[in-house]
């Protein structure tokens, strides 16, 4: 069967001899743009309820959220192993012990077979990357790091609080430690053409990840980018438009890296804009349809290159 692109379903059917599926959970962590660490408010595009499915509660044990997530996905395929998905906010942004503390909390949950931390590029100690190099060596241990755009100005425009460098830096001395290291992008930020977009595909290309998450910029309500696309509306890609982005950008990324997703889904309920009204999967055939009749594929105009 031919492969338009290396798909994340493929690739974590290498990595076990059995189905798994990841359980979100929400440990209760914040974020330093948050806290008043290095602001406050958020980035202005973030609303965590946006992702976070029903059985994540930080008022519940990280214990308990695994078990409710279990019997969720059980239903269908009750010989299922999980992997535990430290997802809501910045999952290493605590003390040592602590982080240390839920990690193993999880792991010891009945059929959790490794953990999963999405976190931010300025948010890795040294100490906490030994401690992780230690567990990768006894379980299946994926870092994920936000990264959202190659562009210094839109990152300072969306108020991510770090810069691209930093998102450099940090997902190499993760990869120096051997550890499963992704990255996080947002396509369709203000300010960013769908040109300016694909010419950053060779950059994150560049990058020494294994896993690449891609979604389109959604409008949520109450956020900051909710008030400000009230008060001066900026354009925001139709389906057609999306999927000839997604297109140019995959024949610019080299071949073997790993791609999770290429959209996401708020809750109707929160989500102003796109209003495109397709599943996850759904965008999906509708992609790899105009990849075939465009007769591309992932890497076809791949050309290594390097970050300075």
């Known amino acids: ?14 990595q076990f001899p059995f189905r798994v599926q990841k359980i979100s959970i929400d440990a209760g962590f914040t974020c330093p743009n948050r806290d008043g660490s290095i602001g ?41 192993k999980y992997l535990a998905y430290f997802q809501a906010y910045t999952n290493t942004y605590g003390s040592m012990a602590s982080l240390r503390s839920m990690y193993e909390e999880a792991l010891r949950v009945e059929d959790v077979v490794g953990i999963v931390i999405g976190t931010r590029p300025d948010c890795m100690s040294e100490e906490l990357l030994d401690y992780l190099e230690e567990l990768n060596r ?37 990869h120096q430690r051997g550890i499963r290291t992704g990255a996080h992008i947002i ?17 994150i290309s560049a990058l020494p990840i294994d896993i690449l998450k891609i979604h389109q910029l959604q409008i949520i309500q109450h956020t900051q980018l909710a008030r400000e696309y009230r008060e001066k509306p900026f354009h ?6 999306y999927m000839d982005v997604m297109i140019g950008y995959l024949e610019q990324l080299r071949p073997n890296l790993v791609i999770e997703r290429f959209v996401s889904q708020s809750p ?38 390097s970050i300075c």
């Open 138 to 174: 006894k379980t299946f241990l994926l870092v994920e790091y936000g990264v959202e755009t190659a562009n210094d100005d839109t990152l300072r425009r969306i108020r991510r609080g770090h810069t691209f460098a930093e998102s450099q830096h940090a997902i190499e001395r993760t």
């Open 268 to 305: 109707p309920q929160l989500l102003i804009a796109p209003q495109w009204g397709l599943k996850n999967y759904e965008f999906t055939e509708k992609l790899c349809k105009r990849m075939r009749e465009q007769h591309t594929f992932q890497g076809r105009r791949y050309e290594e290159t």
């Open 236 to 241: 925001v890609y139709t389906v057609d438009e």
């Open 40 to 80: 406050t408010g958020g980035c202005t595009y973030c609303n965590n309820h946006t992702f976070n499915p029903s059985y994540c509660d930080p008022h519940q044990r990280i214990t308990d959220q695994l078990e409710e997530g279990k019997r969720f996905f059980a239903r269908k395929y009750p010989d299922m």
């Open 1 to 14: 069967m031919e492969q338009l692109y290396r798909d994340f379903g493929s690739w974590i059917r290498e």
């Open 187 to 203: 396509v369709g930020l203000p300010g960013e053409s769908a040109s300016e977009t694909i010419a950053q595909a060779p950059l």
